[in-house]
């Protein structure tokens, strides 16, 4: 592939991911109006959300490994027609258990989305632009998170439906760019061993390499979920916020690790090293979680919430980049292993953060707090014991 050739697949690529991750924001605004028409309120939202991350934990590893074998092109396209057709079912739906199926069925579409085009970067970048070219994906992933609220809450004054349909049209409409212009790069090699079972794979991303960062992964997705699930409520508990200055602090901070993904973090890779980016902004995360606790004032609550979004914003693709750079011949298998592990902690955050926050408002971010710091921790023991040299900058 030509250097315009692999530019414009990573755009291609950049824009599935925003869809994704934009069809995944949209709904959230229109999910507590939407379900009064089904006369169900917080706990059924709840295992929705568990939902499509029980369907992402399921088939991206194995989503990852089927694109190592069979090329990354055909399980994108596939991934976003379940996803567009998920979405115009979720809007279609008139029974409690439509919603649920919908909602499977969009998380998996999105695990046959995210694994393949994590791997795909990796095909199309040199061992050096790796982190660039992650930290684009990344940052088209916080971009479509950011913008889908407020495209929801604008599309829902049409009707609450609208936004589903045309998320799924959306999606079609990728799925056709994708088929047209997306080059197909296979990896088979006669040394891959048989597709294994999910729990089998789960064990042997035990032994890899990389498994402190897929440690990681889990830890800052739980703790991003534990955040996101509670500030809303935490914020209207404590201090009466309304909606729309809750969304301006969920949104500038997003913003804001969106610039910076694009435009700062390649160089602080390059200055400073991945694994230093991940153990800063490791603890700076689990400041800020804790802070929360402790101020007040709308604008001290902006920043600090603007921090913690920024901190988990330049972890991803700093962890994504190690992965990928340990991973080998196994891209679609570390990408599948990543996107596990991020969805088991979409799930269990959420969770536990909502049973917490009943018993304390405070005590979910208290907990986030012990596994962040946790977390760095190992980290930084198994860097200073195992891989010394990634404490080094890349340049």
């Excluded at 990573?10 to 994704?20: A, D, E, H, K, V």
């Excluded at 998320?167 to 597709?195: C, D, F, H, Q």
């Excluded at 606790?293 to 330049?314: C, E, K, N, Q, W």
């Excluded at 959420?350 to 962040?372: E, M, R």
Aim: net charge positive; proline share 4%.
């Amino acid at each position: 592939m030509t250097e315009k050739s692999n530019k414009l697949a990573l755009y291609l690529l950049m824009f599935n991911m925003f869809i994704t991750m934009g069809g995944i924001g949209i709904i959230v605004p229109v999910m507590p109006a939407y379900l009064q028409v089904f006369g169900v309120g917080g706990q059924v939202l709840g295992f929705l959300i568990a939902g499509f991350a029980l369907a992402q934990f399921l088939f991206s590893p194995v989503a990852g490994d089927l694109s190592d074998r069979h090329g990354r092109k055909m399980f994108i396209i596939g991934g976003l027609i379940v996803y567009g057709s998920s979405q115009i079912l979720f809007g279609l739906a008139t029974e409690v258990w439509v919603l649920f199926l919908a909602r499977f069925l969009s998380g998996t579409g999105a695990a046959f989305i995210m694994a393949p085009i994590m791997a795909f970067v990796a095909d199309i970048t040199t061992y050096e632009e790796r982190g660039k070219g992650m930290g684009m994906i990344g940052a088209a992933m916080s971009l479509g998170f950011m913008i889908g609220p407020g495209v929801g809450g604008f599309l829902s004054e049409v009707n609450l439906t609208f936004p589903f349909f045309l998320a799924g049209a959306v999606a079609y409409m990728a799925a056709i760019l994708s088929a047209i212009y997306l080059p197909n790069i296979k990896n088979i090699r006669e040394t891959i061993a048989p597709r294994e079972k999910l729990f089998r794979q789960m064990v042997k991303s035990v032994k890899t390499s990389y498994f402190i960062f897929l440690i990681i992964v889990f830890t800052f997705s739980f703790g991003i979920a534990n955040f996101q699930a509670t500030l809303t409520l935490y914020l209207d508990h404590k201090f009466g916020y309304t909606p729309s200055e809750i969304a301006i602090i969920l949104t500038v901070g997003g913003f804001a690790g969106v610039v910076l993904q694009m435009f700062v973090v390649n160089k602080l890779f390059k200055r400073f090293g991945e694994m230093k980016v991940i153990l800063v902004n490791l603890l700076l995360a689990a400041a800020m979680m804790l802070l929360v606790i402790y101020i007040s004032g709308f604008f001290i609550i902006l920043v600090v919430a603007t921090l913690f979004s920024i901190a988990t914003t330049f972890i991803r693709p700093a962890v994504n980049t190690l992965i990928s750079k340990l991973a080998g011949n196994e891209q679609g298998f570390a990408a599948g292993m990543n996107n596990a592990y991020m969805s088991l902690g979409n799930m269990f955050g959420p969770a536990l953060a909502g049973v917490l926050f009943d018993w304390n408002p405070n005590s979910p971010y208290i907990l986030g707090t012990c596994v962040l710091v946790s977390c760095f921790t190992l980290a930084y023991l198994w860097t200073v014991k195992k891989a010394p040299h990634l404490m080094k900058a890349t340049s």
